[in-house]
């Protein structure tokens, strides 16, 4: 799986700490919410009084504002729960009435005919599945929210059922918070059945078993010649079968194949019994090192060389070379072994290659490769070497037993002789087959510690979508106080929109983007000028820098006020099968909270800006 950016731990991201540098907390996400309120309220109170200054002059204007910003908060303040749950209640009875249904309805129809189009003999089936349902489910949520949320109070308006709320005790507080929380609790019961009609169609698809073909079983023997057991094929299912391993005792495994394996038992009259699918949902939990390099000179490096792709997320090494992929962990102690079933301690690593090849040659044959233990300590043990054929943007399994024997064929202990007295570990790669290239960053080799539950995870990435429909319940209740449905709609999948794109817009308005600023990038495009060729000197070259400049500062001001839609989508994570972090999560609740108070007291005073809220 694809991890650009590893998630921060929570203080770390919230608070900056610990705190080993002057900038730590300036770059903290606590210092940029302040800063972006502060900004805001700034905005606000400037626009506020200009606007007033216009109709009634400075004096008056100036009194105005005071007023409308300490009632307002005060008013705030005063928002009592029960009026609100009372607007929420009128709004789901409202959300019924306007057949929400239907939207579970078109769910069901699409899980239906899925079946069709999914293909169950694909090589990761749960990838598939998972990505098809949670995506299918995070669209749809997504969908019914906005339009539940643009549509509630401009129809209100149209049809004056507003005037029987607002000559209520209700506050114009009370109805913004109340249509949020009343869209939210619609919403999350529509997820909740949607999540485990989602389920159910995975698993029903998914679950499986094989039967041992009988007349395919011969004998397997072992080194020198004795009969261990037998080894055979298994019937065809969901469009695959897999290898077949069976011992003397009757017991056995259907090897791994599309991501999963079945385990044997003997049964009755000679006959073999097939469990059911084993390991095709998975909840990986990773634990991270830092990536370093080595060139071709065997120097260390921070980087690989690149191979021309434009984008520059992964480094490669050279095959033939000395060139290799080192990474460094830390904090590795007994806790980091498992026992496997005859009780000898393992030290799981997973490692993912991208594969790049100079000329085709046998492209059924693998790019062989080569991974060792490296204690970190000056004297550098190496343990033996394990070759390994690359699956390509695949994951590679390795299981080091603790017992093994280092680059001389000596024998020693993992533990003891390759982890260094303070904890660390390295893991070197290199690629072996000279002209190919290996692939790498940083989240591609890891120490796997124990699995996280399945259904846990599916949960908590059911979490991430409620996290992302409230956000757009939010900001569509926002919009709705002030503007009519259409523009309301346009604003909020505006807002959606360039939240998806928040990294690219921070580039552009940071001057990392090659190609310069909107306007320069437009006058590239218009007389076919490369995106490196400086521009040519001029008044009208300063002209367009100059309006970059401003856009670009607007640019940088807009991102501080969009979610980052992208990465609050964890669909990733449940579909490569990865453990969503709890932190990450509690990042993303956090991240919704802020937003909701925020949509909260800007769409209170968006509505007491209409006649019928004063």
């Known amino acids: 799986m694809v991890l650009e950016d590893q998630p921060l731990p929570f203080l770390t991201w919230l608070l900056g700490l610990p705190w080993t540098e002057a900038e ?26 200009l606007l007033a200054l216009l109709r009634n002059g400075p004096i ?42 239907v939207a579970f309805a078109i769910y069901l ?15 990761e089936p749960a990838k598939l599945y998972f990505s098809f349902v949670l995506t299918a489910t995070t669209y749809l949520v997504l969908a019914v929210g906005l339009l539940l949320s643009a549509f509630s109070l401009p129809n209100d308006f149209k049809t004056k059922t507003i005037f029987t709320v607002v000559t ?24 909740a059945i ?55 005792d009757g017991s056995g495994l259907a090897l791994s194949a599309n991501e999963h394996e079945h385990k044997i038992t003997g049964g009755p009259g000679g006959e073999y019994v097939v469990s059911g699918a084993e390991g095709l949902f998975r909840a990986r939990v990773p634990y991270y090192g830092k990536l370093g390099f080595l060139d071709r000179n065997g120097v260390p490096v921070t980087k690989g060389v690149s191979v021309g792709n ?70 550098k043990i190496l343990s033996e070497p394990w070759t390994f054929t690359a699956k390509d943007n695949s994951i590679n399994t390795f299981g080091w037993s603790r017992k ?7 024998p020693i202990d993992l533990l003891e002789n390759l982890v260094s007295k303070d904890g660390r570990l390295e893991v070197v790669v290199q690629c072996l087959d000279r002209a190919q290239y290996y692939g790498f960053a940083q989240p591609d080799c890891y120490v796997r510690l124990p699995d996280g539950s399945p259904l846990f995870n599916y949960i908590k990435a059911q979490a991430s979508i409620w996290i992302q429909m409230v956000l757009v319940i939010a900001i569509g209740v926002t919009c709705s106080t002030l503007v009519n449905t259409p523009v309301a709609i346009l604003f909020t999948i505006s807002f959606i929109t360039l939240g998806f794109f928040r990294d690219f817009f921070l580039k552009v308005a940071i001057g990392e983007q090659v190609g310069g600023g909107p306007l320069e990038s437009l006058y590239r495009i218009v007389t076919q000028m490369n995106q490196i060729s400086p521009l040519p000197e001029g008044f009208a070259s300063q002209l367009i820098q100059f309006i970059d400049y401003v856009l670009k500062t607007g640019m940088l001001s807009l991102t501080y006020l969009l979610p980052n839609f992208r990465s609050l989508s964890t669909v990733g994570y449940v579909a490569y099968g990865y453990d969503i972090p709890l932190n990450r999560l509690a990042q993303d609740l956090l991240v919704c909270l802020v937003y909701v108070i925020g949509s909260f007291i800007v769409g209170y005073f968006f509505l007491r800006t209409r006649e019928v809220a004063k």
């Open 168 to 191: 209520k005790p209700v506050r114009a507080g009370d109805i913004v918070l109340g249509r949020i929380l009343g869209f939210t609790v619609v919403g999350t019961v529509l997820l």
């Open 24 to 49: 730590a907390f300036l770059k903290s996400a606590l210092f940029q919410f302040v800063l972006t309120v502060a900004a805001g309220a700034v905005v606000a109170l400037v626009g506020g009084y």
């Open 404 to 410: 093994l024997n280092n680059s001389e064929q000596q």
């Open 310 to 379: 434009e984008w520059t997320y992964r480094s490669f090494i050279e095959g033939g070379t000395p060139m290799a992929a080192i990474w460094t962990f830390e904090h590795i102690s007994s806790k980091s072994f498992r026992r496997d079933e005859t009780g000898a301690e393992t030290l799981p690593i997973e490692l993912i290659v991208r594969v790049f090849r100079t000329y085709k040659g046998d492209i059924e044959k693998g790019i062989q490769g080569v991974l060792q233990l490296r204690n970190p300590d000056k004297n």
């Open 194 to 248: 949607m999540a485990f009609c989602g389920s159910a169609f995975v698993w029903r698809m998914l679950d499986h078993t094989h039967t041992v073909k009988i007349e395919s079983l011969e004998d397997k023997f072992d080194s020198t010649g004795k009969v261990v057991g037998k080894k055979g094929r298994t019937s065809t299912n969901i469009q695959h079968s897999h290898e077949v391993e069976v011992y003397t």
């Open 109 to 123: 129809i699409i899980l239906l005919f899925a079946g069709w189009f999914l293909q169950t003999g694909y090589r």
């Open 60 to 101: 008056k204007a100036g009194d105005i504002t005071y007023r409308v910003v300490t009632n307002g908060l005060a008013e705030l303040l005063r928002t009592s729960p029960r009026r609100v749950w009372a607007i929420a209640r009128l709004v789901i009875k409202e959300s019924v009435r306007r057949r929400v249904i």
